[in-house]
């Protein structure tokens, strides 16, 4: 079970444990995951129309996109990035699952609310999620410059990056989209916490069987919660990611029109004046396989090694007592 559960026979995880397990669940989930993360990144900065009909953009399609990126930049552009985006699930899923877990047993244990309804699981996945966004909003930032730059490159590596973009941006430069994401993450994460919570209970109901951590059970309750949380809030990823390539036209430039934007609102007034509404969700379809993919897998890798952590405790106990 994700979050404090008095009922459960082992007791909740320490704060070790859950950073544990969720820094693995996230590391090993996005190895899995990042082709579909380049892929969606490169539609949400398309100025373009995303279409197959009129091809007016680089890329227009998933298939097309992805045959593209492989013959012009190769195999291993579908990991660019992918050193600052591992630091990035690390940190992330450490800081989010240790928040959340804390917050389900603190409102447990100090309000009337019961620590497994849904309710409680929105409002605490929320706020866990905005707690490590903070954390994580650099290399958030570095792995979405990584994602976006095409050949020849700008950033040769991970030091390089962060030290031109503090030289040449200054250091507000690693914080940009922070106020869009911000926004986006609470209802994001705390639906995904959610609807992750509803799936499971009518699943399986806890009065009639017991949970064990990281089943197949886990995978397809975390891939449904992704793919409606993302829809929900996709167009604050959208606005995010162009605010986070802002100065970075150079890098950009071969891919097709960019733009500049003054702030989250000129942002979303600029790309619903000039693309309109579905350019909002431009890069939903690759971004759905990946919310589903990447949200199953986190629940269920995340519950997977919160198991095995919770066995190797519970046989060091036992050697003790002996």
């Known amino acids: 079970m994700v979050g404090y559960d008095p009922r459960a026979n082992r007791g909740s995880p320490t704060p070790e444990e859950a950073a544990l397990a969720g820094s693995a669940g996230g590391m090993v989930t996005r190895a899995l995951i990042s082709p579909f993360d380049v892929i969606k990144i490169r539609f949400q900065l398309q100025i373009e129309r995303v279409s197959s009909q009129r091809r007016e953009g680089k890329y227009w399609g998933i298939f097309q996109a992805s045959r593209s990126i492989y013959s012009e930049e190769g195999l291993t552009a579908f ?4 050193i600052p985006a591992q630091l990035l699930s690390i940190c992330f899923g450490a800081v989010q699952f240790v928040t ?4 389900t047993k603190m409102v447990h244990k100090s309000t009337p609310y019961d620590s497994r309804t849904p309710g409680v699981h929105f409002v605490c996945g929320g706020l866990a999620a905005c707690s490590a966004t903070v954390a994580c909003q650099p290399l958030d930032t570095l792995r979405t410059r990584f994602a976006a730059q095409g050949e020849p490159k700008v950033y040769s590596n991970l030091r390089y990056a962060v030290s ?8 507000v430069a690693f914080y940009r989209g922070l106020s869009p994401t911000l926004v986006a993450v609470f209802p994001y994460a705390g639906l995904q916490f959610f609807f992750y919570n509803v799936f499971k209970q009518l699943l399986a109901p806890p009065s009639k069987s017991k949970d064990s951590g990281g089943n197949v059970r886990s995978l397809i309750c975390g891939s449904g919660a992704g793919m409606i949380s993302k829809t929900l809030t996709y167009p604050f990823d ?5 605010l986070q390539v ?4 150079k890098a950009r430039a071969h891919f097709g029109q960019v733009r500049t934007y003054t702030g989250l609102i000129d942002c979303a007034v600029q790309i619903v004046e000039e693309e309109g509404i579905r350019g909002c969700f431009k890069g939903l379809s690759p971004s759905l396989l990946k919310a589903a993919l990447s949200t199953g897998f986190t629940f269920f890798w995340y519950e997977f090694f919160l198991n095995v952590l919770c066995n190797i405790r519970e046989k060091r106990e036992g050697q003790m007592e002996r």
Not at 79 to 82: R, S
Not at 238 to 242: A, I, P, S, T, V
Not at 246 to 249: I, L, P
């Open 79 to 82: 990991w660019k990035g992918h």
């Open 164 to 171: 031109t973009m503090w030289r040449s941006e200054g250091p």
């Open 246 to 249: 802002a100065g970075f036209e």
């Open 238 to 242: 959208l606005f995010k990611k162009r």
């Open 100 to 103: 959340f877990e804390f917050l």
